[in-house]
């Protein structure tokens, strides 16, 4: 089912998921203090990569199968049967739907709540007006903020100049350059549908927040970088800008929130920047990390069975193509026909494309309906166009059953010589032996017992509990009941 298949590929990005963050939590402070804070920032594009590839399709194993001739089809299971027949009458649950209904829920509700957030915050900014290709509020105290996602503009408290020395606005501004050259508002938008996605898994959240700490970090350095002599007006910038009461899911607002992530920022803002060559290389490990866990991600997932059917000699034979819903309708019509004994009819409809294995409570499948009536002539029609000889309908018997049911000894003959199984067994139908038996035709007994048929095969009546029938005890006739003793008959 496709909620199935939908459940599965959201459960397997997960996990996915799951572990490249546990990785990236393992190594991130490691490869920040020895390739820089833009390596350890770079981890986190591992996560959402080999979440992609791991929902990409799996590689494909084919699977040469030789069919069976149609005159040796197995018989349908009593476990199918009742399995059948249980989907038919009661209540179909579907867990999988459900959980995908909850899912969806939770999803829709955690997008909710971040549209509030991103709308909360900007309106806490008060009312913005363009200014030299920036946005300027009205209000004043908050920190510089990259605001929007597909056209991001800088937005200034209206005290900006006051607060903050010409060293300071510099370096402030280039921290939002920065960002917005960096992609990060696009970042924080992936990554805030990606936590929505995963509402149910707390490492989800926990990876947002510290992406956007390592976010802060990789600015702070590229900045640095560009301006190493102005470490002092960077710092002293940081502990002017005030903190945002309302969160920011889109924004990249300026700095982070909490005391301690100020006090990291500051503190690595008077380390030693790693070389250039130390950066570069840790880039391009990063980039061969990553393209190394999208392919296992990819490779860790259980091959796709793809079943290749192949004749006898190995030569590539079509597949038979499944039946459409016009078929199936048709079939419902065949039938009828057959029942009607209007032959025209059905070569007509066998034509038209007829569904020839159609099951119809009631009534049977049409080989069963042409085998009720002992119709040979359809018969063979039905069976050299796809019918299995075997097909069991619950409450219908089977087409032999159906036929030693009421005594069409050509009928039988003819299933028997196209490979029908003289024992089958089908529940509430018992075997086609206990049908003639019951039925009293010494001729059609004797054909199966003389092809096959096991005279001591005993099977549950399913009408009454506990109940066991046997050719034997079900026979009606003496004559019958003598005949079936007399080829080894004992219970």
């Known amino acids: 089912m496709a909620s199935e298949a939908l459940l599965a590929l959201l459960a397997r990005a997960n996990i996915v998921g799951a572990l490249a963050v546990l990785a990236i939590l393992a190594v991130r402070l490691p490869i920040r203090r020895v390739f820089g804070a833009g390596a350890a920032y770079r981890l986190w594009l591992i996560a959402p990569l080999a979440m992609a590839t791991a929902a990409l399709p799996a590689r494909t194993v084919t699977l040469l199968v030789t069919p069976a001739p149609t005159g040796d089809l197995p018989p349908t299971t009593s476990e199918e049967i009742v399995g059948a027949f249980a989907a038919a009458v009661l209540p179909n649950f579907d867990a999988a739907g459900f959980t995908l209904m909850v899912w969806a829920a939770g999803a829709a509700a955690c997008l909710a709540a971040l549209v509030v957030s991103q709308v909360a915050f900007q309106r806490s900014l008060g009312r913005l007006k363009p200014d030299a290709g920036r946005l300027r509020s009205d209000l004043a105290g908050f920190g510089p903020v990259l605001l929007g996602v597909l056209r991001p503009r800088v937005v200034l408290p209206a005290d900006f100049e006051a607060r903050f020395s010409p060293d300071e606005r510099e370096v402030v501004l280039a921290h939002e350059q920065a960002h917005q050259s ?67 899911p889109l924004a990249c607002h300026w700095p982070g929130q909490g005391s301690h992530p100020l006090k990291r920022r500051i503190a690595l803002l008077q380390a030693e920047l790693p070389s250039r060559g130390r950066r570069a290389a840790g880039l391009a490990g990063v980039a061969l990390l990553a393209m190394s866990s999208a392919a296992a991600a990819w490779a860790a997932q259980p091959p796709r069975v793809v079943t290749k059917l192949v004749n006898a000699q190995g030569e590539a034979i079509a597949p038979t193509p499944p039946v459409s819903e016009r078929g199936r309708e048709l079939g419902r019509g065949l039938i009828e026909a057959i029942d009607e004994g209007y032959p025209d009819a059905i070569r007509r409809l066998v034509d038209a494309g007829a569904d020839v294995n159609r099951y119809v409570p009631g009534d049977g499948t049409p080989l069963v309906v042409a085998a009720r009536l002992g119709d040979v002539q359809t018969a063979r029609l039905l069976m050299a166009r796809g019918a299995a000889v075997d097909r069991a309908a619950p409450g219908d018997g089977s087409p032999l059953i159906t036929a030693a049911a009421h005594g ?84």
Not at 203 to 214: F, I, M, P
Request: aromatic share 6%.
């Open 182 to 248: 960096a992609g990060d508002h696009l970042v924080n938008a992936a990554a805030a549908l990606i936590r929505c996605a995963c509402w149910f898994n707390p490492l989800a959240h926990l990876a947002v927040r510290s992406l956007r700490l390592d976010q802060e970090l990789a600015c702070d350095a590229t900045v640095i970088a560009r301006h190493p002599e102005r470490r002092r007006s960077y710092a002293e910038a940081m502990l002017k800008a005030q903190f945002h009461a309302v969160a920011a």
């Open 408 to 491: 069409r000894l050509d009928m039988v003959k003819l299933l028997v010589g196209s490979g029908a199984k003289v024992n089958q067994y089908v529940p509430f139908d018992e075997t086609p032996l206990i049908n003639a038996a019951r039925h009293g035709d010494l001729a059609v007994v004797g054909y199966l017992i003389d092809h096959g048929a096991d005279p001591n095969l005993a099977v549950p009546s399913n009408n009454l509990p506990g109940e066991m029938r046997s050719p034997l005890s079900m026979a009606a006739d003496p004559a019958v009941a003598q005949y079936l003793r007399s080829r080894g008959a004992r219970r």
